[in-house]
């Protein structure tokens, strides 16, 4: 389970929005399951041209993944872009990663801080508020 913030700048972020964005953040957490969180920002620009900016971090313990798109383009395909650079970079961390075990006595990579926010989230999960 992760946690997902959506953010908008200079968008309206509505509930149709927020669900777009959270079924394709779920393709991603198909692929790697020790994703703990995702932060989502939506930002428009407009200069010569209308232009979308979508920009996604994922958090996975020991290791942060970061990919924007910019487009002139709708939400959806802005979307689609950015999944596929993610889904690479989770492809690719994970066959990097999957061969090393973990000894007996090391020590967890996520920060106090991290656990402290997980164990939140797990406590309103189990009392369902999310």
Do not use: C, W
């Not at 953010?7 to 509930?15: A, F, I, K, L, W």
């Not at 669900?19 to 010569?48: F, G, P, Y």
């Not at 689609?80 to 990579?109: C, F, P, W």
């Not at 926010?117 to 508020?129: G, H, P």
Request: no cysteine; net charge negative; aromatic share 4%.
């Amino acid at each position: 389970m992760y946690t997902l913030n959506i953010s908008g700048h200079h968008v309206q972020s509505g509930e149709e929005v927020q669900e777009l964005v959270k079924e394709k953040m779920d393709h991603l957490a198909r692929i790697n399951n020790q994703i703990t969180s995702i932060k989502v920002i939506l930002n428009t620009e407009k200069h010569e041209i209308h232009e979308l900016i979508v920009e996604a971090s994922v958090h996975i313990p020991g290791h942060d993944l970061f990919a924007t798109v910019k487009t002139d383009k709708q939400l959806k395909p802005a979307l689609d872009l950015l999944v596929g650079k993610l889904e690479k970079q989770l492809i690719k961390y994970k066959a990097k990663h999957q061969g090393r075990q973990h000894h007996i006595n090391a020590q967890d990579v996520e920060s106090p801080i991290e656990r402290q926010q997980q164990a939140e989230f797990d406590e309103l999960v189990e009392r369902e508020v999310i």
